[in-house]
């Protein structure tokens, strides 16, 4: 018989219950107490819903992060929280920090977060010095196997493993991180030891690193820990997922473990030479599910990889999805408003979780024993090959024969900067905001009415013009030099274009984790895409003809739109951003058409798809910059382009930066003193750069000074004369109590600037 088991289930609720139970105990209107109680109905429940698997995962669950659950578990929190506090207090201190007050706190500053390799989760960040000792602290992961036992479960454990957990973290010093890990092993023994005394036999120890580039020291690290953790008495199944072994692969087949987990969604490939190289005493742990994206399983194909390998391993074979469900929806039945032909072809958590049972039956006791759900399987699968919403001969067609040339401007950067210059007639460091203004109560609640049918057209209309009204006036009295409309209309920079566009499905309650008890609702894309109509002309141009001075179009690029969706996997990630592409650049032809003249194309999210291994990198960003370029440069010499990326990394993908060729980039710069333009300085960056001038995260109201020592930091990289001045991204969650002193500051910094020049 082979053995079904799970990684890790979404802890968010089917109904964001977590999320508001969190946010209900933030604002202190319950005890902690109810969060606990929040927190183990949901756990229960959850492990209800995996009740068919003959293993459910334990301290998959967190109320934060699983990351920063590792760092409470071994006692290794920043070491500024408060260590009088209850524990509880101290995990929100560290996940969310804590504001000081004259009589009790003292201030504490939040760990770092960062993005779980490749996915749009962020986990915190564990901090290290040269003093960092480790403790066992498994009170918390204890207390959860006794609940799921006391409940009946069949469980195994999941830790993250203590090498990924150093290659996840951060010194603070010098110190180098592996010097750690012989003080992290004996307090990982102690715990596994602890679980054993609790009857625990396996434990998931999820070592994710083995998917990417290691150096020696890496790997002797691995060989290290788990040379050392083998004495332990429990059984280990070191998982890995996201992606391939590679040059890891021998290394990962030979630890001794008592088994291993493989991705087999992005690892297909080496399934069998995994199967050849593994010791005879091991469980071989098949992902065989994705557990990144939101597709049925092709249930036939699943059992045609499997079956040999089953012949092979007999009942040392298990099977998983391929990582964590932590990424996407929990279930599909909640979803009443999907049309039934997508919903057809889509499996959440709790569908993932069937077909896997499904697929160990079929192996258990042959196919004939589920010949319906196979034959059933085999029809969506089908249907959704074959169907014409997904293919559209037209969108195929433009594709094939749109080529590189389609990505080019007319003329080089100088000339087009002098003709742009001539038409717009800007100061030297002009201002400009990077398209949001404050999304105020007022404006959800229009866009909920209109949403919800309570609003009509032409009403709903009106009362987004005048919230456009309102922003351009506010610009014009602040003096700015390029205004933006204000993007009321907008709920989030995708879902926006995703709704206008054909090839995308939304969902109700498609909740994925990004942070804490922040969520998405990826949209899904399915379908090639195309777009019916203009999407944005309306608004800017309203917003444009209420006044002279140039407003920007706003839009968001084709690589974001793709990262942060669903995406199909019927064909490769490059040609459905592609699509995408074509799509946007007729916007912006559009756009241009109805008399724009700025055109901003938002790429937040180019950096997020870089692959987990960088010779992976410029087949990735080559295709990403030639979509950029599709859609931004169909527009003649005269048409300003400008691009923005909220993010502040670009050593590494400059070159890509400057192959986008935007007339004006803006960036997110302002923590960082204008360091991050040394590397546009040195690759001799020839467009406009509008380094941001004030962080738009913190409510503060940066001064005048401030901002002009910035711009002086700034024109010492740049040439003055590439400079815009602009804050670090978009204003929608500040109020305007915030935005207008601080953009009145940021244009009189700009203004004195030009004095001086
Ligand atoms: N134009 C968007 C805004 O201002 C950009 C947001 C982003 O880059 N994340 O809100
Ligand atoms: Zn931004």
């Known amino acids: 018989m082979v053995t079904t088991h799970n990684l890790g289930f979404p802890r968010i609720g089917s109904q964001r219950e977590l999320k508001f139970a969190l946010e209900r105990y933030w604002r202190g209107e319950t005890a902690a107490d109810d969060l606990e109680q929040t927190g183990k109905t949901l756990r229960l429940r959850h492990w209800s819903l995996q009740a068919d698997l003959d293993l459910v995962p334990v301290g998959d669950f967190s109320f934060y992060d699983h990351v920063l659950d590792t760092s409470q578990l071994l006692d290794n929190l920043p070491s500024r929280v408060d260590k009088n506090a209850d524990a509880l207090t101290q995990y929100f201190q560290a996940s969310r920090g804590q504001a000081g007050s004259s009589c009790c706190n003292h201030q504490v500053a939040a760990a770092e977060m960062t993005k779980w390799f490749d996915t749009n989760y962020h986990y915190l960040v564990p901090e290290f010095n040269a003093e960092s000792a480790f403790k066992a602290c498994p009170e918390r992961l204890l207390a959860q196997i006794k609940e799921a036992k006391a409940a009946g479960f069949k469980i195994k454990p999941v830790l993250v493993g203590p090498v990924s957990y150093l290659w996840l973290g951060k010194t603070k010093d010098e110190t180098d991180k592996l010097a750690l890990l012989d003080k992290l092993l004996p307090v990982y023994a102690e715990i596994l030891d602890q679980l054993a005394d609790n009857g ?11 998917v990417t580039e290691l150096s020696t020291e890496w790997q002797q690290a691995l060989q ?60 071989l742990s098949v992902g065989i599910i994705n ?4 597709w049925k399983t092709d249930l036939t194909q699943a059992l045609e990889l499997l079956e040999p390998i089953h012949t092979r391993l007999a009942e040392r074979l298990w099977l998983a999805p391929s990582c964590s469900l932590l990424h996407v929806p929990i279930d599909l039945s909640s979803e009443q408003n999907l049309d039934e032909e997508t919903r057809d072809w889509l499996a959440f958590a709790v569908q ?17 024993s589920v010949a319906t759900q196979l034959a059933d399987n085999k029809q969506s699968i089908q249907h959704r090959q074959q169907s014409t919403r997904v293919h559209n001969p037209a969108v195929k067609q433009r594709c094939e024969a749109t080529h590189s040339a389609s990505g080019q401007r007319h003329s080089a950067y100088l000339q087009r900067a002098a003709i742009q210059q001539q038409a717009l007639q800007l100061p030297a460091f002009p201002t400009t905001t990077i398209g949001s203004f404050p999304q105020t109560n007022d404006i959800r609640q229009t866009r909920k009415k209109y949403r919800l049918g309570q609003l009509a057209d032409a009403e709903y209309r009106q009362q987004i013009q005048a919230e456009i009204r309102y922003a351009i006036d506010k610009q014009l009295e602040l003096g700015l030099d390029v205004l933006v409309h204000g993007e009321a209309e907008r709920n989030d920079m995708v879902e926006y274009f995703g709704q206008q566009l054909q090839g995308f499905a939304f969902t109700e309650f498609g909740w994925v984790q990004s942070y804490g008890s922040r969520c998405v609702k990826p949209p899904i894309l399915y379908g090639d ?13 309203y917003a444009q003809s209420l006044t002279d001075k140039p407003v920007k179009g706003m839009l968001t690029g084709p690589v974001t739109i793709l990262n942060w969706s669903f995406v199909r996997d019927d064909q490769p990630r490059s040609e459905t951003c592609k699509q995408i592409s074509l799509a946007i650049r007729d916007e912006v032809i559009d756009l241009e058409s109805a008399g724009v003249n700025i055109i901003q194309i938002d790429e937040a999210a180019l950096r997020e798809g870089l692959p987990l291994r960088q010779s992976q990198w410029k087949t990735y960003l080559d295709w990403a910059v030639e979509s950029f370029r ?5 527009v003649a ?3 300003q382009i400008h691009t923005h990326m909220c993010y502040s990394e670009f050593n590494d993908i400059i070159e890509a930066i400057a192959a986008m060729d935007a007339d004006v980039i803006t960036i997110e710069t302002s923590r960082s003193q204008m360091e991050l333009l040394d590397v546009f300085q040195k690759f001799d960056y020839p467009n406009a750069i509008g380094p941001g001038v004030y962080d738009i995260h ?21 040439d003055k004369t590439l400079l815009w001045v602009n804050p670090d991204c978009g204003l929608k969650t500040r109020r305007w109590e915030e935005v207008e002193p601080a953009l009145k500051a940021m244009v009189s910094a700009a203004q004195s600037l030009r004095l001086k020049l």
């Not at 069937?354 to 042959?366: H, M």
């Not at 895409?529 to 141009?541: A, D, F, K, L, N």
């Not at 599709?630 to 169909?634: D, E, H, L």
């Open 224 to 283: 290290k820990a788990y040379f050392s953790l083998a004495k332990c008495r429990v059984k280990l199944l070191l998982t890995t997922y996201f992606g391939q072994l590679q040059q890891n692969l021998q290394l990962a087949c030979e630890l001794p473990t008592a088994g291993l987990h493989i991705d087999a969604i992005n690892a297909a490939d080496e399934l069998v030479r995994v199967v050849d190289w593994l010791p005879s005493h091991k469980v």
């Open 698 to 718: 913190s409510p503060n109201i940066p001064s005048k000074q401030e901002m002009v020592e910035l711009l002086k930091l700034a024109a010492q990289r740049i």
């Open 352 to 368: 993932k979780l069937e077909e896997l049972t499904l697929i160990a039956q079929a192996l258990n006791l042959g196919r004939d």
């Open 630 to 634: 599709i859609t931004a440069n169909g």
């Open 529 to 541: 895409v195309s777009r019916p109509g203009p999407m944005t002309v309306e608004w800017i141009q």
């Open 637 to 639: 010499d005269e048409t």
């Open 291 to 294: 557990g990144r994206n939101i």
């Open 200 to 210: 625990v036999e396996w434990v998931q120890i999820d070592e994710p690193v083995l």
